[in-house]
């Protein structure tokens, strides 16, 4: 009887958070017992707010219990029948550091159990490395997490993709009004039934890692996705469009930068299959979306070359749409 009123205290938890993306994709982020603080601020930073619970899937984050040495699988700590008859066996178990995983292949819910931890830093990568779920069933319908900032003009997404240290967080900072900059680092792609990408903006974890900033992220705002431009340096500004082929192997290495720091202990058929999707959803992305490499000089007005290239992308589609639609 005490198990089954631990299980309805879960899923009544009136202190769970929903995350919404433009797909439909959805999750209920739901805390117990140790992990209430932890979870307040992790849905602090990504500005999710408080919910009932719902039919979204649920993301449950536990706490190891004191004095194990190993963790055990997910039916050990919330009895059967926790979501809706949860299946006592068949857990798979992913573990990253701190933090592990339980998925299984017949439940749409995910298991995230934490070991109690007082150091800043290692808490801020267990938030970021939390995601993972979240990610993959992105990945899953098509989308992918890209190193890339994310900027906007007249409501439409453009990101700017660079390895770290190398201009996304420069070039942000120097775009004039009426720009926006809705993060400079981690961007997520998902693409709806419509096969349309849209783009999430989502934390710059090494400023919080490094308390360089306390800011937060809304990254439930969604914008649709116009253009990709790769950045480098040059001498002078100059948008170059490249093609799908290069395009596909640009936005794969991006995202494998943020994908392959949950792809420890994976068995090597998994992690085959994960870059595998990941390179297929990249191939699909760069025939959708017009892709540039963008060199941009220390002093120039790069953002012009950036206007310049997505006024010759829709004029160059609507005359496309037009041909087509003669024949």
Same mark, same amino acid.
């Given at each position: 009887?005490?198990?089954?009123?631990?299980?309805?205290?879960?899923?009544?938890?009136?202190? *769970?958070?929903?995350?919404?993306?433009?797909?439909?994709?959805?999750?209920?982020?739901? %805390?117990? /017992?140790?992990?209430?603080?932890?979870? #307040?601020?992790?849905?602090?930073?990504?500005?999710?707010?408080?919910?009932?619970?719902?039919?979204?899937?649920?993301?449950?984050?536990?706490?190891?219990?004191?004095? /194990?040495?190993?963790?055990?699988?997910?039916?050990?700590?919330?009895?059967?029948?926790?979501?809706? *008859?949860?299946?006592?066996?068949?857990?798979?178990?992913?573990?990253?550091?701190?933090?592990?995983?339980?998925?299984?292949?017949?439940? %749409?819910?995910?298991?995230?159990?934490?070991?109690? #931890?007082?150091?800043? #830093?290692? $808490?801020?990568?267990?938030?970021?490395?939390?995601?993972?779920?979240?990610?993959?069933?992105?990945?899953?319908?098509?989308?992918?997490?890209?190193?890339?900032?994310?900027?906007?003009?007249?409501?439409?997404?453009?990101?700017?993709?660079?390895?770290?240290?190398?201009?996304?967080?420069?070039?942000?900072?120097?775009? %004039?009004?009426?720009?926006?900059?809705?993060?400079?680092? #981690?961007?997520?792609?998902?693409?709806?039934?419509?096969?349309?990408?849209?783009?999430? %903006?989502?934390?710059?974890?090494?400023?919080?890692?490094?308390?360089?900033? $306390?800011?937060?992220?809304? +990254?439930?705002?969604?914008?649709?996705?116009?253009?990709?431009?790769?950045?480098?340096? *040059?001498?002078?500004?100059?948008?170059?469009?490249?093609?799908?082929?290069?395009?596909?192997?640009?936005?794969?290495?991006?995202?494998?930068?943020?994908?392959?720091?949950?792809?420890?202990?994976?068995?090597?058929?998994?992690?085959?299959?994960?870059?595998?999707?990941?390179?297929?959803?990249?191939?699909?992305?760069?025939?959708? +979306?017009?892709?540039?490499?963008?060199?941009?000089?220390?002093?120039?007005?790069?953002?012009?070359?950036? $206007?310049?290239?997505?006024?010759?992308?829709? /004029?160059? $589609?609507?005359?496309?749409?037009?041909?087509?639609?003669?024949?």
């Amino acid at each position: 009887m005490a198990r089954a009123n631990f299980l309805k205290r879960i899923l009544t938890n009136k202190n *769970g958070y929903n995350l919404c993306l433009a797909n439909g994709q959805s999750w209920h982020i739901i %805390p117990t /017992k140790g992990t209430k603080s932890w979870v #307040e601020k992790l849905a602090s930073i990504l500005e999710l707010k408080a919910g009932k619970p719902n039919a979204h899937p649920k993301l449950v984050f536990i706490q190891k219990e004191s004095g /194990k040495k190993d963790y055990k699988a997910p039916t050990f700590r919330l009895a059967p029948n926790t979501i809706e *008859g949860l299946p006592d066996y068949g857990w798979k178990e992913h573990r990253l550091g701190t933090i592990h995983i339980w998925s299984h292949q017949d439940e %749409p819910h995910v298991i995230c159990e934490i070991t109690p #931890e007082k150091y800043h #830093e290692i $808490e801020i990568i267990r938030m970021w490395t939390s995601l993972h779920s979240i990610y993959q069933r992105a990945q899953d319908s098509g989308g992918l997490p890209v190193h890339a900032a994310l900027v906007s003009q007249n409501g439409i997404g453009i990101l700017l993709s660079a390895p770290g240290d190398t201009g996304k967080s420069t070039c942000c900072r120097r775009l %004039p009004h009426p720009w926006q900059v809705l993060c400079d680092d #981690e961007t997520l792609i998902v693409r709806d039934d419509q096969k349309r990408y849209l783009v999430h %903006p989502f934390p710059t974890w090494s400023d919080l890692l490094w308390k360089r900033s $306390e800011r937060t992220w809304n +990254v439930q705002h969604h914008l649709p996705l116009s253009a990709i431009f790769f950045l480098e340096q *040059g001498e002078t500004d100059k948008a170059i469009p490249i093609g799908q082929g290069e395009a596909a192997i640009y936005i794969n290495e991006s995202a494998n930068q943020v994908c392959q720091r949950t792809w420890r202990n994976l068995g090597k058929d998994e992690e085959r299959k994960l870059r595998k999707l990941l390179f297929q959803n990249a191939c699909q992305l760069a025939k959708a +979306v017009p892709t540039f490499t963008l060199s941009v000089s220390l002093s120039g007005r790069f953002w012009k070359e950036i $206007e310049k290239a997505l006024y010759c992308s829709v /004029k160059k $589609e609507n005359l496309d749409s037009n041909n087509q639609n003669q024949l």
